[in-house]
């Protein structure tokens, strides 16, 4: 009995066994292809190792290393009533984005951490007498919710209905003015028929107050200016800030064969730049950008929303973030984010922080 016991267990023991090797030959036939179709880099977790980190966070750590577009300055037009001799963004192209088209890029550098975005030129209240720049500013403000939204402009063509439109929506607006003798704009190009510069200067200061825009100044430092004393204009004035720049030679701008303008005549030395600042250290405002600090420490756009590395001394373009995301594009900008927080470049930009006695 104890015989037949032991016949059945080994027949049940041999049945199971079967059972499993034709498991097993069925499951080892399934993966056989697997390895011939598996990169041959693929990397292999070790035993006793902990590999380093997955994939998407060590892509997530070599995005990091990019450049943040916290402040973008967006040169969405050439076109300018002015002539300034030293202009460094001349009008070498008419074209402007359809505004949609802008306000996508837009959106797409908000979401990329843009904090603060500049309109400029060319001259930016050109364009549909300053409508294309106004709903910029108030989608920019609005709808994407920036803290700063401001604008360079020359200030000839800005008419008070548009700071009864648009004022809300804008933080600062920053008036280029290198001088207030009218003879030396002259010389210089920034005029234009018989409007006073320097008069419409104080008639835009006026209008900053009653709107609540932080009125700034930008002056460019080159031959026909750099001995003059500007203390008394700058104080009346009162600017929240007074940016002084040393002319810069940028080629196929200001300088060289493919060049619009032969600025070479302005350009002045280092010393003859620290001079003016000297001469000027008593203005609170004041803040100095030489040559060295502007090249590298600026997030420049273009017309077709490229950013433009002037590391090689003149503006290389990157491939429109339109086409490609601000990512890769913001590879190719040339820019310096160390330099730019050096230079001051980050600082107190929304109008609602900087509590001024309007």
């Given at each position: 009995m104890q015989l037949a016991l032991l016949a059945r267990l080994l027949s049940f023991g041999q049945a199971v066994l079967a059972a499993l090797r034709k498991r097993l030959g069925a499951l080892c036939w399934s993966l056989a292809p697997l390895p011939l179709s598996l990169p041959l880099s693929l990397p292999l977790p070790l035993p006793g190792r902990r590999d380093s980190a997955p994939r998407p966070q060590r892509e997530q750590e070599r995005d990091?290393?990019?450049?943040?577009?916290?402040?973008?300055?967006?040169?969405?037009?050439?076109?300018?009533?002015?002539?300034?001799?030293?202009?460094?963004?001349?009008?070498?192209?008419s074209f402007v984005l359809p505004l949609e088209e802008a306000k996508r890029g837009l959106a797409m550098l908000k979401e990329a951490g843009m904090e603060k975005i500049n309109f400029s030129g060319g001259e930016p209240f050109l364009q549909d007498r300053g409508e294309f720049v106004g709903k910029l500013v108030q989608f920019?403000?609005?709808?994407?919710?920036?803290p700063s939204v401001s604008i360079v402009s020359n200030g000839s063509l800005i008419r008070k209905q548009w700071f009864?439109?648009?004022?809300?929506?804008l933080d600062i607006l920053a008036i280029s003015c290198d001088s207030f003798d009218e003879d030396v704009n002259?010389?210089?190009?920034?005029?234009?028929?018989?409007?006073?510069?320097?008069?419409?200067?104080?008639?835009?200061?006026?209008?900053c107050r009653e709107y609540?825009?932080?009125?700034?100044?930008?002056?460019?430092?080159?031959?026909?200016?750099?001995?003059e004393?500007?203390?008394?204009?700058?104080?009346?004035?009162?600017?929240?800030r007074?940016?002084?720049?040393?002319?810069?030679?940028?080629?196929?701008?200001?300088?060289?064969?493919?060049?619009?303008?032969?600025?070479?005549?302005?350009?002045?030395?280092?010393?003859?730049?620290?001079?003016?600042?000297?001469?000027?250290?008593?203005?609170?405002?004041?803040?100095p950008e030489s040559n060295q600090k502007m090249r590298d420490s600026y997030l420049i756009l273009d017309e077709y929303m490229r950013f433009l590395n002037c590391r090689n001394g003149r503006k290389e373009p990157s491939k429109s973030i339109l086409d490609v995301g601000v990512e890769a594009a913001i590879k190719f900008s040339g820019f310096d984010e160390k330099m730019f927080l050096r230079r001051g470049g980050?600082?107190?930009?929304?109008?609602?922080?900087?509590?001024?006695?309007?």
């Open positions: 990091d290393e990019l450049p943040t577009p916290t402040s973008v300055n967006y040169h969405f037009t050439r076109q300018c009533n002015y002539k300034c001799g030293f202009c460094f963004h001349t009008a070498k192209t920019c403000k609005q709808e994407l919710e920036l009864e439109k648009y004022g809300e929506y002259v010389l210089i190009g920034r005029r234009q028929g018989k409007k006073n510069h320097v008069e419409n200067l104080h008639k835009l200061r006026q209008w609540a825009v932080a009125f700034k100044i930008n002056s460019v430092i080159n031959t026909f200016n750099v001995e004393d500007m203390n008394e204009q700058i104080k009346a004035l009162n600017p929240v007074w940016k002084v720049f040393q002319c810069l030679l940028i080629e196929g701008e200001n300088s060289g064969e493919d060049a619009l303008r032969e600025a070479e005549k302005f350009v002045i030395s280092d010393e003859d730049f620290d001079r003016f600042l000297d001469r000027h250290k008593g203005v609170s405002c004041l803040v980050k600082y107190v930009w929304s109008k609602a922080d900087m509590k001024l006695d309007w």
